[in-house]
């Protein structure tokens, strides 16, 4: 490599005692399965004037030739017309041209390595002090409360509930059974900007933000390069193309392809590609249906268009348009966040409740909600860690932390609405729309009404609300209501109760768990202590 010069992008230069090569048009950096170059080679006269050089040239001539060095037949042609046409040996002309690819083989790898080490984010070193300040935040009491205090002053207003769930989601990317999260919500209701503000949270060095993608892109990855990071997708709806690898990297926790390979010498060989994960994903879309595969996999987070959230942000413009918010204290709100996320350590969670813990029936696909409710509780616990005392597997010696109740009773606080969602025959548009539809007719005092009625006051488009009233129909939530002589079609209310019931069902399932599980720690304990006095007795 020391006689290679690549001063001049365009044409590197390559030297020795009896030959002069010159790459035209430099390297292709980017295809590591061909090394393709266009050489001019001559004879070396280093001792020669430049005149006399010319005078070579001119007479030996020079020989130009395009090529892939990885192509072995090829080669073999060039170094026999080498030898013929610059009157060479054709020893001396493979060894060269065998030192010249390996040249240039480590060439391009170190601008790859230094390419790459130049697009990764710089992994933040804590000073003591920062070290300390998170150590001890994380200890404090009414952490989750504390936690989501700070992320409001971080720049995330309102969506109380979802904010946490969110952060609390990116944070059990560090262990090895991660969450992912879909944001759904109408256009231009901030889905997108939750998303961002939340994973501002989030140490650089441990998400990757994707706006587009091509399908074979994730294979392409580092072995070991997504392990355990936070894949922030903009819009499900412009990375559809990589949805699938995506859900084999949420499902099983790494993606293989298969692919053809030449060697150097021409033959095809079958390799291997594999990514490894886990990974935690989260993306926005307005669509839910379309992504159900996906959505299976996810928490599903509403977006909050409630009129009085409108009011929150619309406030919190015209407090930055008039230079009156503080930029400053909520980057080190962000700051401080990340390094408590940075703080946090690899360690296994046992949670001792697990059997008591039971989803109300009314909640669609159990098996995966259920997975789903055990991780969010585990990702607390995890969250926590510093509270917990650390212990040890007598057979394995594996380190581990166990779940307490108070975990438990804050899962549940913070889940009840995914759980209302995923137990919920409606889709979450339609529910919004026909929970906005029963607080108006509740303020009317009449629950009969108009669709060109309800598209008024709700603004809605013609054709999305006879997207609504078709999943209400088949739902039997609604039914037409047109009474003799009238001329215009009536809508009125099937079972309007029904979404309230839901809730308290999910609420009393949720209550009965953490019931059962209070119950059968008292008599334990109870036990303990008789067994205890007995003792004494007998001593005594």
């Known amino acids: 490599m020391n006689n290679l010069n690549t001063q001049n992008p365009n044409n590197y230069i390559y030297k020795t005692k009896d030959l002069e090569i010159h790459i035209l048009g430099g390297l292709q950096i980017n295809k590591m399965e061909s090394l393709r170059v266009t050489l001019s080679i001559e004879k070396s006269y280093q001792s020669a004037t430049s005149s006399q050089r010319e005078e070579s040239r001119t007479v030996l001539n020079v020989l130009r030739q395009s090529l892939d060095l990885y192509n072995d037949n090829t080669v073999e042609k060039f170094i026999r017309k080498c030898a013929e046409r610059l009157e060479i040996g054709t020893n001396l002309t493979r060894r060269t041209l065998q030192e010249l690819t390996k040249a240039l083989e480590n060439y391009r790898f170190a601008v790859i390595d230094k390419s790459s080490t130049g697009q990764k984010p710089k992994t933040k070193q804590l000073t003591k002090t920062e070290k300390d300040q998170a150590i001890k935040f994380l200890k404090s009491k009414n952490l989750l409360q504390k936690t989501n205090e700070l992320i409001g002053k971080s720049g995330v207003i309102g969506e109380i509930n979802n904010r946490l769930l969110m952060y609390l989601i990116f944070t059990s990317r560090k262990t090895n059974n991660p969450l992912h999260a879909i944001s759904l919500g109408s256009s231009g209701t901030g889905k997108t900007h939750l998303q961002s503000k939340v994973s501002e949270l989030i140490p650089n060095e441990d998400k990757i933000e994707i706006t587009v993608l091509s399908a074979n892109a994730f294979y392409y990855f580092n072995r070991t390069e997504l392990a ?51 990974v935690c994903v989260a993306g926005c879309t307005t669509q839910e249906s379309i992504y159900e595969d996906n959505s299976n996999r996810s928490f599903l987070l509403y977006i909050d268009e409630s009129q009085e959230q409108d009011i929150k942000i619309m406030n919190y413009q015209r407090m930055a348009s008039a230079g009156k918010l503080n930029k400053d204290d909520e980057i080190e709100v962000q700051e401080f966040l990340q390094n408590v996320q940075r703080v946090l350590k ?87 729309y026909l929970e906005s539809v029963k607080t108006y007719l509740e303020e009317k005092g009449n629950l009969r009404f108009t669709a060109s009625e309800i598209r008024s006051k709700l603004r809605i488009k013609k054709t999305t609300q006879w997207r609504y009233h078709k999943q209400l129909f088949d739902s039997y939530l609604i039914v037409k209501d047109k009474k003799k002589g009238e001329n215009q079609t009536y809508y009125k209310l099937n079972n309007h109760n029904q979404y309230k019931e839901l809730q308290t069902a999910i609420s009393k399932a949720l209550d009965n768990c953490i019931a059962q599980i209070k119950c059968s720690t008292v008599p334990e304990r109870s036990t303990t202590k008789m067994e205890h006095l007995n003792k004494s007795k007998t001593v005594s």
């Open 346 to 432: 690899p360690i296994k969670v046992i949670n001792p409740f697990a059997e008591f813990l039971e989803l109300p029936q009314s909640v669609f696909k159990p098996r995966r909600t259920n997975s789903h409710y055990l991780q969010f509780i585990e990702a607390i616990t995890f969250y926590k860690q510093y509270q917990r005392e650390e212990q040890a597997n007598k057979e394995t010696g594996e380190i581990y932390i166990e779940t307490t109740i108070e975990d438990i009773e804050e899962a549940n606080e913070l889940i009840h609405e995914v759980l209302l969602r995923k137990s919920d025959e409606l889709n979450g548009a339609t529910r919004n």
């Open 228 to 278: 355990h990071k936070l894949i922030l997708i903009e819009d499900l709806d412009g990375a559809q193309t990589v949805l699938y690898p995506l859900r084999e990297l949420q499902s099983k926790k790494r993606i293989t392809k298969t692919v053809v390979h030449k060697n150097h010498k021409g033959e095809s060989k079958t390799i291997h590609l594999t990514v490894e994960g886990p």
